[in-house]
């Protein structure tokens, strides 16, 4: 058993408070990510699942066993950190020999756990070098077998892929991807980058300024956003944002003018300032006046080879539109658009939460 | 470069030049003079004696003779006492000093101060602390029952008195070397190690003092060519006695040229240390660099 | 690096307390034994609160003119200081500039000078100097530490050189400055906090430095340090006028490992830590 609980986690540094009392639950086998931008307390809670920082309050479980005062070695935890935590002066091979070192393996064990990890993450070739002599994609891998050789019941990760380059980030992702399939270990992955969070996570946990702002899976999060700074974290480009008033069952903005659909008739006040938000896929354009939310100018086009995003102007906003690039229009023109109904969220704009919640 | 052509190169070589020039005429041309007098019977006590050309007489009367081979084991003795307990303790402190609690800095500070100090205050001061009778460390020592030790004057412990005088003033130096080396390690890699559970011992002999070890070679080293020289706190504390037990190669030579003005004899004894000196310092870069080959 | 539990906070705190009092009592014993009246300088168990005197400093200054070999100490220091930074710096621009496979062999001759046991150098010194007149005068002495000045200086400026990026200097050379206008407008004051710590080196070492002063100077040229030893005669030692001495000498290295702390680790161990 291998769930990870927290309850009401708190973390202080002498005065002040950077993880607000937190709740969460992860279920064994679970792929969950710690999302949010820097500063949020991501890494300071995965840490604290680790061990490595103390929990100032509430409970900490792993297993569902109360954790607090663990040591880290006795939590059945591995860790990858971000810049890989190598020892220079060691092998590949003496690297992996030194983390069994504490479980005080039989000497055939150590081997055959060695050997299996090696060649499951391309490695048998790299045993007998030095991590200055590898690059950085080779030390990654380095540091995640590391972490497996120990045959952890929880995985942590530590935004193992920001110290990579583009393209080695999309080919290392997939194999995460691949060795949680095939392994089927708990995970917990911090990381700043929505992309990595979308595409690997069961579970994503997206976090601010020490709270939680929502839990839930991908699809979640995307479609259904607890409130505008998940809506606006999530998905690239941006959803785009847009101040303006309910008045007569349209919301009303600078140029620009949206009836408002049925479900949220009844969530929505006379007056209400508002901010809705609706993602560039679900701009389209519209031959004529009639059924057209607003007349845009695009400003620039961006082609992308099957897509284009144009840089709107409505008024005084800018809006970012996603258009087949058949369907690209050409700069400086006047285009009509409207908005599919079904995609669009209104938020309070004071409070900043989905009225839908 | 792209700036440093031909002509500049030569003006480098003027910039270069008033200091090698003051260095060769500092060390080259005072070593030539040695080497003439070595060769010769320099009796300065014998004001009006001609300096007679003597060969190799010096240099033979220094091998063969039993003080100076004496004079090179207590040198070589002195160097290993002070060096291996400096080397240890100052590591150990090094360890102590470098722990992120409050306080820490000032410590650090104020350990060093003792290698700042003249050797010979140092010597002064431990002369206080050793004097016949009136010195304190005999007095201190009885509280934990031991003593009462004939410090400078007896002939079990006058270089022990000495060893702890040097101990006492450059274990700061590996101590503050080690500790700029151990802030300089990457922390990760030790938190690595704290959440696999291995025990502090094999943290520390197997990943923090592999990666200091180049340091500490270099920081031994310059202790090693320091200790060989070593003289002032010799000078205040036994001048070479009781007898010669702490007779080392520079006050071998300080007695031979100042105590009995036999130049000639001590311009050769300084050639003598000075080629064991090289000899030995061309051994230990031939042992890195067989080291650094085979890494 | 290791995180400590209470029980290891307390001993390591322990230990230290223990290596302070080691490390610090003979400071201790210096600057209170100097204010300390002769007959109590030595009861059992030591005095620790007294009446302070100021006769051992007073007679420091009257029973020999200290007052005037502290000044020859400040002469020699800030000469020798002054002439190795000037050719020092020099000379180190040079080795950290020029890219020929000799100047590592260069590098290391005057890396060399420092392994010279001074001992085996003071005998053709004192007969140079006795033949050319200089015994006795404080120029001898800034000679001498310069040989030892010159190569700490340069590896030091060496280092700091090395930090100053020659895309500074390219770009001044393609404005159309010449190397010495370079060197004095551009790299120099870069390498200014360089200048500053082998100032305060080589003026210690100068200050603290005993056999060559002792062998090569007489009454007239005389150092601190020499002076200090002169209160141990045959017939007795003056403790309270050695202690005050001591003190005084020891003033210079205090006040250098507290200013320049930052500094120490690479200017004594020639740069080889950073």
Redesign the interface.
Known sequence: MSSIQLKSVVKRYGPVEVVHGIDLEIEKGEFVVLLGPSGCGKTTTLRMIAGLEDVSDGEMSIGGQVVNAVAPKDRGVAMVFQNYALYPHMTVRQNMEFALRPLKLEKGEVERRITETAVLLGLDELLARRPSQLSGGQRQRVAMGRALVRTPDVFLFDEPLSNLDAKLRTQVRLEIGKLHKRLGTTIVYVTHDQIEAMTLADKIVIMRDGYIEQTGSPQEVYTRPRNRFVATFIGSPAMNIVPATVKDGELAGDHISVPIPDRFRSKLTEGQAVDFGIRPPEIEQVKSENGAIAKARVEVTEYLGNEALLDLRIGSQELIAEVPANQCPGEDDEINIRFNPEALHIFDAQTGMSVEV | ????RKR??N???V??M???L??FG??I???I??GY?SFRSYDLAKLFVPRVFVGWANYQEIIASSEFLHTLTVTFKLMAMTLSVQLVLGVG?AL??????PG?GI?R??????????????G???L??Y?PE???LN?FLSFLGLGPYAWITSTDWALWAIAIADI?QW???IM??TA???T?????????????????W??FW???L??IRP?LI??MF?RA?DA??I??II??LTKGGPGDTTEV??MY??RQ??TFWR?GV??AA??V??II??VL?TLFFKSLNREAHQA | MHQLTTSNKILVYLLLAIVLIVFMTPIYIIVSSSIKPTPIMFQKPPAMLFEPTWDHYINLFTARPFGKFILNSLIVALGSTAFSLFFGSLAAYAISRIRHKRMNDVAFWILSMRMFPPIAVVVPYYIIFKASGLLDTPLALIIIYSTANIPLTVWLMKGFFDEVPRALEEAASIDGYNLLQIFWYVTLPLAAPGLAVSAVFCFIFSWNEFIFALMLTGSNAQTATVAVMSFWSSDAVQWGRIMAGSFIILIPGVIFVLTCQRWLVRGLTMGSVK
């Open positions: 470069m792209a700036y440093i500049n190169r003006i480098f070589l910039f270069m008033p200091a090698v003051v260095l500092t060390t041309y005072p070593m003079y040695a007098l402190i102590l000093v470098t722990q992120r609690l820490m410590a500070t104020l350990l060093l101060i003792p290698m700042m100090i003249s050797p010979v205050i140092v002064l001061v431990w206080f602390l004097f009136l010195g304190y007095y006492w274990t700061p130096f503050m070397g700029a080396a151990l300089n390690l990457s922390p990760e890699p030790f938190e690595a190690a704290k959440l696999d559970g291995n025990s502090a094999d943290v197997r990943v923090t592999p990666q340091v270099s920081l310059l060519i060989f020289k003289y002032d000078f205040v190669l520079s030579i300080y040229s100042f130049m001590g311009a300084s050639f240390s000075l000196i090289v310092i």
